[in-house]
Structure formats: C-alpha cells, structure tokens
C-alpha cells in the first residue's frame, strides 16, 4: 500500500531516453576461430546469402556444417575458401565454370595451402631482410599464426570427414 503522496507522484516505469534508444546493442567481436552464420559471411563477402547457397552448388569444396533446421555454420576455413571464390569471381574476372576448373580435384586444405604458400614466396626484390626478420623472439617461438591454425583446423576436418566416410 502506498503510504504518502510522494510515492504516487514518481514514475512507476523508467522510460528509456533517445540516446538509448536509438543506438544499437553493442556486439562482442567474435574470436577468429568462432564459426560463422551465411548472414555474418554474406555480409563480410558483400555479396547476398543465396550467392554463397549456390555456390554450395557448384563447389564442392564448400561445405559448411548444418545444424537444426538447416542453419548453415561456417568454419574458419571455409571462410578463407570463399574469400578465394570471390576474389576469383569478382576480381580477376573468372567465370563459375573457369574457377571451377581452377579448383577441380583438389581439396579444400590443397586450396588453402596453396594460397598459403603464394603469400610465403615473395619475389626477393620485396623481401626485406633484417636481423629482426630473420630471428625468432622466444615469446613466438613455437607458436601458430592464426592462419596456420584455420589450416591445420581444416586439414583436421577434412581427416575427420574421411574417418566417418571409412567407418
């Protein structure tokens, strides 16, 4: 029971006030292992979500999980496949069928390792050599790029798809 007058004349609900409705909920960044919804790729791709289902279609190197109801995830690896896809398409001018070609036979992990090893071998006129690019700091020594870590999670998956295929 409300016992004085003060009581009934403040508000019962707090109302929001235009700065806070109006921005947008902050969203944590997600680590760069973290698996990835069409939506989050098709936005970082800049291309729309049914181009990424159709490619499912015509290459068979992407495969992304499938949960309930059909939600499609996105491994690291696969991510870096389509950047490649794209890069092909919209960059140098490749058509489905040339990539196609391109990608025939090989693996996701041969693709990977592939542009892997392009960015390793730089023409020597680029390279620079220092005594700081040659020497390994004890605090990195033994330790993956995160990069190196996408590839060998996808060579796991890979090795893990022909287990379940075998068994």
Do not use: C
């Not at 997600?30 to 989050?40: L, P, V």
């Not at 068979?60 to 690291?76: D, E, I, N, W």
């Amino acid at each position: 029971m409300i016992s004085t007058s003060q009581e009934l004349s403040e508000p019962v609900t707090k109302t929001a006030s235009p700065a806070e409705s109006t921005a947008e909920p902050r969203k944590a960044k997600k680590a760069s292992g973290a698996f990835r919804t069409i939506s989050e790729v098709a936005k970082e791709l800049d291309v729309q979500q049914h181009v990424l289902r159709f490619w499912e279609t015509r290459f068979s190197q992407v495969r992304p999980l499938k949960r309930g109801g059909g939600r499609r995830y996105y491994r690291p690896e696969d991510v870096v496949l389509l950047k490649k896809i794209h890069n092909l398409l919209y960059t140098e001018g490749y058509t489905i069928k040339g990539v196609q070609k391109l990608l025939k036979g090989q693996s996701k992990s041969q693709i990977l390792m592939e542009k892997a090893q392009a960015k390793a071998q730089k023409p020597e006129s680029m390279a620079v050599v220092s005594p700081a690019n040659t020497s390994v700091s004890p605090a990195t020594k033994g330790r993956l790029t995160d990069y190196q870590k996408i590839l060998l999670e996808g060579m796991l998956s890979e090795l893990k798809d022909m287990r379940d295929m075998l068994g």
